[in-house]
């Protein structure tokens, strides 16, 4: 029955990650939480198959509606890999581990992703954080740096925000629906 | 076909070769009746390529040469970026214009029935999630929930939201893959025969390696 389940959940993250962003900006939120899917399917079925949620996300998006977010597949794959291995060395139920998901993910996110927004968009994002980005430019720290560093502050809280939601929801699975996890 | 002619746009160094791509791209999408669905979709993009031509001509650490407050690096910088990325943006939204989702199901399918499987379930699932969007919506704004304009506020709707959609998601899930598990499910009985390459596949494919050769060509001459 393994396997089912894994191909069912991962179409399911991509499908979440989808609605997430969706949910947050129909109640205007400043921030794009489109990682949870990928979160969620890296909790409960591990690392690799959270980030070919990630990833395949990222690639389904970009085929069917946002062509942009292809090479940012990338990213949400790094973001299923981190997830998956703290979730399997320390669960994902207590407050400490989506504290340190969010951290880690803060600072390799921007990693990961800041060479292919430069390359792609020069470093723009066409959001709140490009204030950030133009004030370093201005204090003349160079593109890549001050793309790297406007990036960190929005990272944070998103990723932060969407661990502390993927725990949440695991402390609300009924206990039938735990079972069940654990035996994934 | 779209990769090659992406791998075309990628090497290009300077905005004038960029240009002439981009007016060839919309020139072959006119030819082929997508170019107004292309401009359509590009449109979102108009914000996102006036944030890079402002924040590059005004701020960039590279400019040097002023005219007003403008530099002329950095204008030229972003400039070239926004070419690329049009011509980028043009060859995967027509791409996508011009091929229905049950191709790229296909596609997927050839690389691993797997892959095939999970892109047939998400385009399954996703309507019927974005159903229970809608409905969980309804249903927590009749029970009061009160979208203002204070963060946590909206965080807390946000919670109230997705968390039940998640919850049902994650249920259907495990129900779905019951049923995978009862029908026997493996990649091995469902894997598709290879077929051979059209006619009109081949020629796409050798119009675009000619399109590269022509933009390395260029590229070379250039320098």
């Known amino acids: 029955m393994n396997k089912p389940v894994k191909l069912a959940i991962i179409s399911t993250g991509i499908a979440i990650n989808i609605i997430g962003s969706m949910v947050s900006s129909t109640v205007k939120l400043p921030i794009f939480l489109d990682s949870i899917g990928t979160m969620l399917a890296a909790v409960l079925l591990g690392p690799w198959p959270g980030a070919l949620t990630g990833l395949l996300g990222n690639i389904i998006q970009g085929v069917l509606t946002d062509p942009a977010s292809i090479p940012f597949g990338v990213v949400n794959a790094v973001i299923g890999l981190v997830v998956g291995y703290l979730s399997l060395k320390r669960g994902f139920e207590d407050y400490v581990t989506p504290l340190l998901a969010g951290l880690i993910l ?3 996110c921007p990693v990961v992703g800041t060479p292919i927004a430069v390359y792609l968009f020069g470093g723009v994002t066409g959001g709140g954080v490009d204030i950030l980005y133009a004030i370093f430019l201005k204090k003349e720290m160079g593109i890549f740096t001050s793309a790297f560093l406007a990036r960190i502050p929005a990272n944070l809280v998103d990723k932060l925000l969407s661990a502390y939601m993927v725990m949440l ?9 735990k079972m069940k996890r654990a035996s994934v | 076909m779209a990769i090659i002619a992406l791998l075309a746009v990628t090497i ?3 905005w004038k070769q960029l240009a002439a791509n981009l007016v060839a791209l919309l020139i072959f999408a006119t030819f082929t ?9 590009l449109w979102p993009c108009a914000s996102l390529l006036a944030a890079m031509l402002i924040i590059h001509s005004l701020f960039n650490p590279a400019n040097r040469h002023y005219w007003w407050v403008f530099g002329l690096e950095g204008t030229l910088y972003a400039l070239r970026l926004a070419l690329r990325l049009l011509c ?3 060859i995967l939204h027509y ?11 296909k596609l997927f399918n050839k690389i691993h029935p797997d892959l095939g499987m999970i892109v047939s379930m998400f385009l399954a699932i996703m309507p019927a999630l974005q159903k229970q969007f809608i409905t969980t919506l309804e249903i927590q704004e009749v029970r009061g929930l009160i979208k203002t304009n204070s963060l946590p506020a909206r965080l807390r709707a946000y919670l109230a939201v997705l968390v039940p959609i998640v919850i049902h998601s994650i249920n259907h899930a495990y129900s779905l893959a019951q049923l995978l598990y009862l029908r026997g499910y493996s990649w091995r009985h469902i894997g598709l025969a290879r077929e051979p390459a059209k006619r009109s596949e081949k020629v796409a494919i050798g119009l675009s390696a ?4 022509a933009n390395v060509l260029v590229a070379y001459r250039w320098y």
């Open chain 1, 106 to 108: 803060a600072i390799l």
């Open chain 1, 169 to 177: 929801v695991i402390r609300k699975f009924p206990p039938a629906m």
């Open chain 2, 12 to 14: 290009i160094p300077t």
């Open chain 2, 33 to 41: 009746g997508v170019f107004k669905e292309v401009v359509k979709r």
């Open chain 2, 88 to 90: 980028i943006l043009i």
């Open chain 2, 95 to 105: 791409l996508i214009s011009t091929t229905p989702p049950f191709e790229f199901v």
């Open chain 2, 210 to 213: 000619v399109y590269l050769l």
